[in-house]
């Protein structure tokens, strides 16, 4: 049984840390995104890895849960605790270093709470590229996208978060620190501890460093918007695109027609590249090497694709300026769905073939429920979808709290039966534990609780996110 943060506890803290570590206002690091939750505890904010295993070590000492804290941009709860015992939040904000960068290696080493954006321009400072890109990258940080294994629009080219990480340095438990670090490429000496502390959302470790792995910087940049007749022909599309660009599709977007009539409902305002909207889009990016001309190749792309009837229409970005408009449509969305308020939000992903299906049975499946607005938009390229049921016009999401969980399930239900996930790439938090434990392979779940015990066997890090133990 975990103890809560008494006046006393934090008189322990307050011997360890400095004033500026403790926050005068908690407000902020006790909401999320969606405005669905509100957290508790005694926020601090350690400056160093040394500080964090002082605090750590403290908290296990006393029994004290633990809630790492990064961006606070996580849409599944994992940084924030509602119940139970009042934990510390832990937040990495004051450790935002970039402690080195090795060109040669495309290798960059920095602090846990460093900005993505910030990562982004310190690698294109030595004229290398860190590739993970996402709609909060100007607040999300390394620590929490790494315990959350991010993905974002890029993940066709580059992977996940996961894939763009060498090593780690991690606070255990027990306060203890593991120096991670590497910068190798290859190291093949026992179990991959860095591949279980990514993706564990702070439940294992908290993550103080990494060592990043940067890219070259692709020479031609270029985007085009097309429109095609369904999702299936956007599948051939991709198809028909890879093998003509292969890895130089750095991202391959989907967009329904819903998307548009959310922001000329209530904005951001943006102005269509299509006369008429079509019913379904897709955002290609490519990044190609010196000497090749990317809207030659989106134009011819766009001609064969035309031939064989996959597209109907189509406009190719002749500026940067053109481009980044585009990317403006597609980064625009998530803040107009916001705006309408969902009844109920999806991160899934289905195997490519199934993605037709499985738009096509939704509506179905949801009519059962009740009449719904359904915005389905996402990383095409990848399976995964952001599969968003609204409100019907002159209703808001508190009209549907009743239907929400039925929503949640006939949708999770669909993915399952065509051997998807409920959780793409936002994680679990403590939104989505219902849901692993319904859907999950039980002896996935039986290594999972296997692994949380072993190393947490006081069950400090992360309460009631991930697994229940």
Known sequence: MLNPVTTEFENVLRQILSDAAF????APYLTEPRGR??????????????????VVRACSDARVGIV?????????????????????????????????VYPMENVLVCDAGVILTNVQKAAEEVDRLFPLSLASEGSARIGGLLSTNAGGV??????NARAQCLGLEVVRPDGSIWHGLTRLHKDNTGYDLRNLMIGAEG???????????????????????????SPAAALDLLAMARARLADGISAFEMIHRQSFDFLAEVGPEIKSPFADTPEWCVLIDVGLAAGLAPNEALEDLFAAAFEAGLVTDGTVAQSHAQRAAFWHIRESIPEANRRIGSVSSHDISVPLSAIPDF?????????????????????????????????????????????????????????????GSVSAEHGIGRLKVEDLETYADPAKLEMMRAIKQALDPQGIMNPGAVVRV
């Open 68 to 100: 790492p804290y990064s961006g606070g941009t996580g849409l599944v709860g994992g940084q924030l605790q509602a119940d139970g015992p009042a934990p510390v939040v832990l937040s990495l904000e004051r450790m935002n270093r970039i402690r080195d």
């Open 23 to 26: 926050k005068d206002d908690s």
């Open 203 to 229: 439940t294992l470790g908290v993550i103080t460093g990494a060592a990043l792995k940067l890219s070259p910087r692709p020479v031609g940049l270029g985007a085009a918007m097309m429109a095609v007749p």
């Open 359 to 419: 738009i096509a049975q939704g509506p179905d499946v949801l009519a059962e429920v009740g009449a719904f607005r359904i915005n389905c938009f996402g990383h095409l390229g990848d399976g995964n979808l952001h599969y968003n049921v609204f409100p019907m016009p002159g209703l808001t999401r508190a009209d549907y709290e009743a239907e929400r969980p039925q929503v949640k399930r006939v949708v999770h239900d669909l993915v399952h039966q065509m051997a």
């Open 37 to 54: 939750w509100t957290g508790q505890g005694l926020v601090v904010a350690p400056a160093s890895t040394n500080e964090v295993a002082s």
């Open 154 to 159: 890029n993940v066709l080219r580059y992977g």
